[in-house]
């Protein structure tokens, strides 16, 4: 197994900045929150993407997601929409990211009519991003939070290039089951998004082990092979403790679920002891 966190957890932290504190802390990797509000996005020049390359590089941290806001299920024309998925995957290939995140955003759509958007856009992508290396992964969020939704539009989608991230935040919410989720997304994974709350009505971020989603039952569906990826949600809730302070604390909490230990971490007021 291997372990990113999201820059979502690390608002407007640099890039060298933020390689560091994942080598510090026993990350391999880091998915990239692609927005104009950090760093590295569409827009950012090519000679600053190469800079963030060899940044990444000195530090022994890869660059595992470009994580970019394309809704593919939002009501809309086509066009408008592929070109910003053609665009993330440029910056991903440019990163030597392995994966594109996008978002469903069906909103008020009926099921099918979302899985049409999503299917389409996807169709019209995946190509594409199969010839620069790159995967997309839809995620498992808001209209298609489920492991059934998401892999219902990517089995119509069929094609290698076209994935699911498992936020397990979202397959909770949805009140799926993680085995259930594993089973739905099968043949579809790309890897597994973590995160801690304490409630379905309390969303702000907790360390992880301090809240209640089943984090041990999704770990365990997790490929042994595969990633986990801990999205700590700080630029939403500017409340929540800071995530360097935690991140040492979350590396080893995952690591003991993923070898089986049963030892964590005291976590007490939602950060670690």
Known sequence: MRYAFSTLGVPGRSVGETAELAATHGFDGVEVRAHREEPLHPGTPSSERAAAVRAFAAAGVEVLTVAGYAKVAAAGEDE????????????????????VRVLPGGGNLSEAEADRYAVRRLAAAAPFAERHG???????????????????????????????????????LGGEAPADSRRALAGHLGYVQVKDVASARELTPLALGAGALPLAEAVAQAPADGWLCWEYE?????????????????????????????????VVGGQAE
Not at 82 to 95: F, G, H, K, N, P
Not at 138 to 158: I, K, M, P, W
Not at 236 to 250: I, M
């Open 80 to 99: 408008p929409v592929v070109a910003e998925l053609l665009s993330l995957i440029v910056l991903a290939a440019d990163l030597g990211a392995q994966y």
């Open 134 to 172: 790159v995967r997309l992964l839809l995620e498992t969020h808001d209209s298609h939070r489920t492991g059934a939704a998401a892999g219902r539009v990517l089995d119509q989608v069929g094609h290698p290039a076209a994935g699911a991230l498992w936020d397990v935040l979202h397959t909770w």
């Open 234 to 266: 700080k630029r939403w809730y500017p409340d929540a403790a800071e995530l360097p302070a935690l991140l040492g604390q979350g590396r080893r909490y995952l690591a003991d679920l993923v070898h089986g230990t049963g030892r964590t971490e005291e």
